[in-house]
């Protein structure tokens, strides 16, 4: 089976390098042609555990896997063609923006020659793999091709596991030969007895959305939980811990934090319940999810506020939107950086592999070459991605160069009773 991924972004090379780890010779295609001409050099562009290796061996090794910005070229003998363009929030609206999706569906249409499966991995909206279908059809006979949804659930920073150790694969087909494509491209995943959910296209589609909008209500149910367990005096880690033993709840997405960002969640719960508003469907706990986590954020700014003088210097840990990815789309610890900074703070900050990135776009903060130098002469520390090298912080070689032993530890990875010990003023979350 020949395989062609258009989009080589996050969920595109993790897709083309782990089909061409499962043996299938597949091609990854993109507009932009640095980043092509990069990848054939072997430099992946983004920080992904594991990633770097995996395509050196498939690029210079194995040769079956190779990086085109031709899609035309790339589709020659193409068995499936796999959509993994973004799908980002629409400008100022909460809709998902498909034109790149139409896009490509324009320019795979153009280069169809033989049959072939069109497989939307892209999130997108119930109804979208149907329009690539029409979209489609205006240029190629219906017998050439078949469209496949066929999201993906892998999670940045353990991405290249997720992928080949998956919980389930869900493919929403239309008809048997499709199915059948599509389960002999997951074969090599029978050995694990991954679950292969198949379902129509539309409840796939949903199936994404559905996912990703009940882990966000996790997180925020568990954040407003522990704003409960701040003013009463409770402990949210042990509620957590309590509650996550049933297994009817499960432990996962329930460590209270400053909510959810990143790439995914944000945008996928807004586009959900945007797209049921149109189906006149209203997504009420969907919507308070939303509303909930947007406040977060600025109740985490305001507690920071109350609790330190202004312009006081902050030293910041954590850039990206979670430990083990240099993605900080919607990081909420940028969104906090942002806050403070206009209320007259200054930011000293710190990530293992995000500083680039936020170099990039934020030139307002002060960027460290350590943990510890961003930690230098500051008036508070805030832990807000618990990478693992913040967790063995040495606080009492760090106290002799604070101007306050302060630290607000918005991830709950320190026990707040042993740094007071050593004369820190420590703010947990909902304890
Ligand atoms: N990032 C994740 O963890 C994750 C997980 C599951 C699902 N998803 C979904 O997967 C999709 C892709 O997400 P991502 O994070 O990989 O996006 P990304 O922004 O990292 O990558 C998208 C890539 O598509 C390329 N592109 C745009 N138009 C193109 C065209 N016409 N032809 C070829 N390439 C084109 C861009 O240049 C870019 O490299 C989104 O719908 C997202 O919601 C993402």
Known sequence: ??????GSGYVGLVTGACFAEFGYKTICVDTDEKRISNLNLGKCPFYEPGMDDLLLKHLNNTKLLSFSSSLKESMIDADI????????????????????VWKVAEQISLNIKKYCLVVTKSTV??????????????????????????PEFLR???AINDFIR?????IGTENKKSENMMRELYRPLYLRETPLVSTSIETSEIIKYASNSFLATKVAFINEIADLCEAVGANVQDVSKAMGIDQRIGSKFLNAGPGYGGSCFPKDVKAFSSTAKKYNINLSIVNAVHQSNQERINNIATKIINNTNSNATLGLLGLSFKPNT?????????KLALLLKNN????????????????????????CETAIDACNKT?????????????????????????????????????????????????GTGK
């Open 166 to 170: 998956p919980d389930r694969v869900v």
């Open 379 to 427: 008036d508070a520390i805030i832990i807000a991605t618990e990478w693992n090298e913040f967790r063995a912080l040495n606080f009492e070689t760090i106290g002799k160069f604070v101007n306050d032993k302060k630290i607000f530890d918005l991830r709950n990875i320190y026990n707040g009773n042993e740094l007071e010990k050593i004369g820190y003023k420590y703010y």
């Open 81 to 100: 063609v796999f959509i993994t363009v973004g799908t980002p929030s629409r400008r100022l609206e909460d809709d998902a923006d498909l034109s790149y």
């Open 344 to 367: 007259g703070y200054t930011i000293k900050c710190y990530d293992p592999e995000a500083m680039e990135n936020a170099k990039k776009e934020f030139s307002s903060f002060a960027y």
């Open 156 to 158: 940045e920073g353990s």
């Open 326 to 334: 240099d993605d900080i789309r919607e990081s909420t610890s940028i």
């Open 125 to 150: 909206p119930v109804g979208t793999t149907k329009h690539v279908k029409k979209i489609i059809e205006k240029k190629v006979i219906k017998e050439n091709f078949d469209v496949v949804s066929n």
């Open 1 to 6: 089976m020949k395989l062609v991924i258009v």
